[in-house]
């Protein structure tokens, strides 16, 4: 199956995600399957929470932390900037506290427990969590294209939204045990319980907004996840490893992108010897995937003779991607 047919053949896979180690070309395929979809006249957001900046670098245009920035019609691509939702977080806690307890300023003990826990990587976890959220359940557009940081924390992401849930789960479960004894007890003594009935609220807000997004993640109908891989033994295991892993979290694995493929026409050439030998040893690692992986590989694609960044190198690779001819 062609990587296009993927597309054509499941409409309703909106929500893609790249995956893979590090440096093999996660970026790069978002963004040439965000440019491709656009191109096919579909509304695409392509986002990232790296705070490298990446999709910034490929599209050669500072997008960090500016919103859905419009880089050609109906692609727009979203760098999240962690730090700055943290920082938010905490404005909105100062400014909770000064209105509920009539403050003018937030006495020194409490702001120093604010830096503190907002130090914490737990918070900027969370901020980086409800970014992601925020994004998918707004639902805008034809395709979400999710450029994953490296693989172990794409599975973080993936045991959190679990974690979450069940942490929730729970805490609702209490919480509406609470609520019944509450009523009891107000109806005895007349009393006010509608600031509970507000913490009971939130959390069913903040529940269904997590039950949304790792409902989208998991689910086979609206989600298509791709391996990215080059063609290295240790990648190969690597990747093996990890598709089990994903399989453990229900995440629908669409099929396996391999990239870096060396062109083997160049053996015929007046080659140095250092690419003979990669190219043979490409060979060795192509074999083992096609053994292995074969008919779930969705698409081949060679190592360019240059990084790939800017619009006409992402459009090239774009055309050998989904073999196709672009504008
Ligand atoms: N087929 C290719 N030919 C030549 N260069 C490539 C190819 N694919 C990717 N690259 C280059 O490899 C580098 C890494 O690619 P990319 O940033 O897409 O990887 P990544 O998987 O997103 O990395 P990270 O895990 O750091 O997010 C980039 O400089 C990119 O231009
Ligand atoms: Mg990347």
Redesign the pocket.
């Known amino acids: 199956m062609l990587l296009s047919d993927i597309f054509e053949k499941y409409p309703d896979r909106q929500y893609l995600m790249?995956g893979?180690?590090?440096?093999?070309?996660?970026?790069?395929?978002?963004?040439a399957t965000a440019y491709y979809l656009a191109k096919k006249g579909k509304r695409v957001l392509v986002f990232s929470v790296?705070p490298?900046a990446?999709l910034s670098?490929?599209f050669e245009k500072d997008i960090f932390g500016q919103g859905n920035v419009e880089i050609i019609p109906n692609l727009f691509a979203c760098e999240v900037d962690a730090d700055q939702r943290v920082k938010n977080y905490q404005d909105e806690i100062r400014q909770k506290i000064i209105d509920m307890y009539g403050m003018k300023k937030i006495p020194e003990e409490i702001e120093s427990y604010i830096q503190a826990s907002s130090a914490e990587p737990a918070m900027e976890e969370s901020a980086i969590f409800d970014a992601v959220v925020d994004i998918v359940v707004k639902g805008d557009f034809d395709y979400y294209i999710y450029?994953?940081?490296?693989l172990g924390h794409a599975l973080y992401y993936l045991s959190m939204a679990s974690i979450y849930d069940a942490w929730l789960e729970k805490i609702t479960g209490l919480r509406e045990q609470m609520r019944e004894y509450d009523k009891a007890i107000a109806a005895m003594t007349r009393e006010d319980d509608t600031a509970q009935d507000e913490i009971y609220n939130e959390l069913m807000y903040i529940k269904n907004r997590i039950g949304a997004s790792s409902k989208i993640m998991t689910d086979t109908k609206k989600t298509a996840f791709f391996f990215?891989l080059t063609p290295e033994e240790m990648i190969i295991a690597d990747t093996e490893n990890a598709a089990k892993l994903f399989a453990k979290y229900d995440v629908p694995l669409a099929g396996y992108l391999v990239?870096?493929v060396i062109d083997r026409a160049l053996l015929k050439e007046n080659i140095p010897p250092y690419l003979k030998n990669r190219i043979a040893m490409q060979a060795g690692a192509l074999d083992t995937i096609n053994k292995r992986l074969g008919s779930s590989v969705l698409s081949w694609?060679?190592?360019?003779?240059?990084?790939?960044?800017g619009l006409k190198s992402i459009r090239d690779?774009a055309e050998v991607m989904f073999e196709e001819k672009l504008s």
């Not at 893979?20 to 963004?31: E, N, Q, V």
């Not at 450029?147 to 490296?150: A, K, S, Y």
């Open positions: 790249f893979g180690k590090g440096g093999l070309g996660k970026t790069t395929f978002s963004a790296d490298q990446s670098d490929i450029d994953l940081v490296p990215v990239n870096r694609v060679p190592e360019f003779d240059s990084e790939i960044k690779l």
